[in-house]
């Protein structure tokens, strides 16, 4: 499916997706909206990628706080503070829930503020980053290098860890895919796709690449869903 989307926009765009899993130029939301229907064929014939199996460390955390950080995704770009999805999520999982994040993050950057996730002690981290790797053609390594600093930090600080895949229609998934076998590594949650079926719906899109407050839900519903079984 991911070859078929990759022809789709070789034809629509005239480029070709490089090694670093980007495309050089922006399409209209006339070609994201033709092309958004392939996605959608993928995510409901393989699914939303869910929840992984292998063993999490740190988890059944203890009982502080679970922060939300990374992106524009985490922070709300696109609606109201209030319908965030980290301000969603703590209401569906009653307890405190901090949103950290910052419009236009990259892996590297939100490495350098660590610290102040850190000096929260959170039971939880919950992240979502990459998307502007994807945009500024970050080369992959780079960000699994980052990603790994990310981790590492946070378990050993005794935070049980959450990454959220993101598969966005007109990207490759080479960055998610490394990303995911990182996880796997080192023992994170890897809550897949979580804007699976958000893509091109202008019902709960703000723009052509962040959620409005209805997106922000649904998101806050699966991390919650994946979530609660292990708090």
């Not at 699976?196 to 202008?202: A, E, K, Q, T, V």
Request: aromatic residues 6%.
């Amino acid at each position: 499916m991911r070859g078929t989307l990759d022809v789709s926009v070789k034809r629509a765009t005239g480029r070709e997706r490089d090694g670093s899993g980007c495309y050089h130029r922006i399409v209209s939301s006339r070609v994201l909206v033709g092309l958004v229907a392939a996605g959608a064929v993928a995510f409901f014939v393989l699914g939303s990628g869910g929840s992984e199996t292998w063993r999490i460390r740190n988890d059944r955390p203890g009982r502080g706080p679970v922060v939300c950080f990374g992106d524009s995704l985490t922070y709300g770009h696109g609606a109201e503070p209030a319908q965030s999805y980290p301000s969603v999520l703590r209401g569906l999982l009653g307890r405190e829930v901090v949103n950290r994040g910052k419009n236009g993050d990259t892996s590297a950057a939100a490495l350098e503020r660590l610290d102040e996730v850190v000096s929260l002690e959170p039971a939880v981290v919950i992240l979502t980053l990459g998307g502007n790797d994807m945009l500024q053609c970050v080369p992959i390594a780079d960000t699994v290098a980052a990603m790994t600093g990310i981790f590492d930090r946070l378990l050993a600080a005794g935070s049980m860890v959450v990454f959220l895949g993101i598969d966005p229609p007109l990207a490759s998934g080479a960055r998610m895919e490394a990303i995911q076998a990182l996880c796997r590594e080192r023992g994170v949650l890897w809550v897949g796709d979580v804007m699976g079926g958000l893509w091109g719906d202008r019902s709960r899109m703000s723009d052509q690449i962040h959620p409005n407050a209805a997106g922000y839900r649904a998101i806050a519903e699966r991390v919650a869903g994946a979530v609660r079984p292990r708090l």
